[in-house]
């Protein structure tokens, strides 16, 4: 272990000793923490970050040229359809053979949605109200009986959530999941830094730092050990997922058989944008390779760029839905995995110089993160589906709003609605199609109208309020 002076030192050399000014306050616990912290730093990698972004004024914007990618359309013809099928069929059978394990992101700190705690925990079923958690685990349990297998669950938290999100599954007993098959690993932290390159103490004893993204996941999968563990479990697909979208249909077969069927090391799913400007990454070609170009690193021109027939140009909304080959990932991480850093000027809390705790009002500093759909450019084939947004995309970011708690009910519901439609069911439906009512369907009973079918009785009638389990 590095000694404290020569962490010190090394403070000192990198002109950031200021970190330091309550040095001699501080209680020894309190010390120690600190120079835990300290000694944890990668400075050579913020020295670089801080020349770059900092004082470089470069961005995290895409260099080199961009195109539009290859989507597989939502079938519409005879031969989409059966190729669908021959999919869907191909992505059961190897669910069946117990290969594919599901990821879950849920580091992040949720700021926008103002939701204190773990996004997981967050209430989001119309009636049964329950967790964005114990909805995907009770569709992992579901597709475990489903398939007659068991989908092992890998779940990233950070430092700053991971013992609140045990917590609450130990609470609800992993909701029905054996606990041998969930698994938690917590992803690294990296500092921020101010505009003059400076590190923010937000406690005396403290630097502020944030979870270093969910590319940060590949190589804290490495490191906790589950990629070792999985591949002794036989898994050769991880499905990856955020925590935040209530339509998530987690392993979907179709999505697995088109990628496992092209031989994919990694794949994505996306949606038409609803408009330009919506908050989605987009997936395109960047130096021939597919990829996505989050929002904020998108120019406005290309934007808003059209297609002749007035399309736009890259209209393939990222739902941040991957299949990843395990393989892909131990090749990825075996060799030093330089995934690029992305900056954003954020509102960061601090200590001023009287000790005290400020909440500034506009953004003071710069949080870097890395994401993981820049893997794709390292995969040697890669599969883009695209896919219905009512049925399988809606976010819970915001507290009103787009993409909000209202909407992802709205949106939960109307799936509902859809499903007895189709089947015959009379449901009220209003002008902007939306269900008039409530309803919800258990993913034990049946997570797509196909399944539904066998379950329902004949004389089954909608009711407003209705669970059906
Ligand atoms: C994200 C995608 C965006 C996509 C959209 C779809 C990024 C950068 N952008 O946007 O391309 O169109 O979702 O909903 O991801 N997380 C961690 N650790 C971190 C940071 C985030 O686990 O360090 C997790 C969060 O818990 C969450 C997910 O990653 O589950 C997404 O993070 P968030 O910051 O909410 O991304 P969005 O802006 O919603």
């Not at 938290?157 to 054996?178: H, I, P, V």
């Not at 934007?303 to 393939?316: I, R, V």
């Not at 902007?432 to 379950?455: C, R, T």
């Amino acid at each position: 272990m590095i000694s404290a002076p020569v962490v010190f030192n090394r403070v000192r050399q990198v002109k950031q000793e200021h970190v330091l000014r309550y040095w001699d306050e501080l209680s020894e616990s309190s010390q120690l923490k600190l120079l835990e912290q300290l000694r944890a730093i990668d400075f050579e990698l913020l020295d670089d970050l801080t020349r770059r972004f900092i004082f470089g004024k470069e961005n995290s914007q895409f260099a080199g040229d961009l195109a539009p990618a290859d989507i597989i359309p939502i079938p519409q013809t005879a031969s989409q359809q059966a190729e669908a099928i021959r999919a869907w069929r191909y992505g059961e059978d190897i669910l069946r053979q117990g290969k594919v394990a599901a990821i879950l992101v849920a580091g992040g700190q949720g700021s926008r949605l103002g939701f204190e705690g773990p996004k997981g925990k967050f209430i989001a079923t119309p009636i049964s109200r329950k967790s964005l958690f114990q909805m995907h685990a009770e569709k992992i349990k579901a597709l475990g009986i489903k398939y007659k297998t068991t989908i092992p669950w890998l779940i990233m938290t950070s430092e700053s959530n991971d013992a609140e999100t045990k917590e609450f599954f130990e609470r609800f007993s992993y909701f029905g999941l054996d606990q041998k098959d969930v698994y938690f690993f917590t992803q690294q932290m990296i500092p921020a830094i101010d505009g003059q390159g400076k590190l923010i103490l937000d406690r005396k004893d403290h630097i502020f730092t944030n979870p270093n993204g969910h590319g940060g996941t590949l190589i804290s999968l490495k490191n906790s050990g589950l990629l070792a563990e999985m591949k002794t479990r036989g898994i050769e697909e991880l499905f990856y997922f955020q925590v935040d979208n209530v339509l998530i249909r987690i392993c979907d077969p179709c999505f697995i058989g088109y990628h496992s069927l092209a031989n994919a090391d990694m794949s994505a799913k996306v949606v038409a944008k609803k408009h330009a400007h919506e908050k989605v990454g987009v997936i395109g070609k960047l130096n021939g390779k597919v990829t996505v170009i989050e929002y904020s690193d998108l120019p406005k021109s290309e934007m808003e760029a059209t297609t002749p027939d007035g399309k736009l140009k890259y209209n393939g909304g990222s739902i941040a839905i991957h299949l990843i080959k395990l393989n892909f990932i131990e090749k990825l991480t075996s060799k030093e995995l330089n995934l690029p850093y992305h900056v954003a000027h954020k509102k960061i809390p601090f200590i001023d110089d009287n000790g005290n705790l400020v909440i500034p009002e506009s953004p003071n500093g710069y949080k870097f993160e890395m994401f993981i759909f820049d893997a794709l450019a390292y995969a040697k084939n890669c599969v883009v589906i695209e896919v219905v947004r009512e049925d399988e995309f809606s976010p819970i970011k915001n507290l009103t709003g787009e993409d909000s708690p209202d909407t992802a009910r709205r949106d939960l519901i109307n799936y509902y609605g859809r499903m007895l439609n189709k089947l015959g069911v009379d449901v009220p439906f209003d002008q902007q199609h939306d269900v008039q009512g409530a309803l919800e369907i258990s993913p034990f009973l049946a997570m797509d109208e196909n399944e539904l079918k066998s379950k329902l009785g004949p004389d089954f009638k909608f009711t407003d309020n209705f669970y059906l389990e």
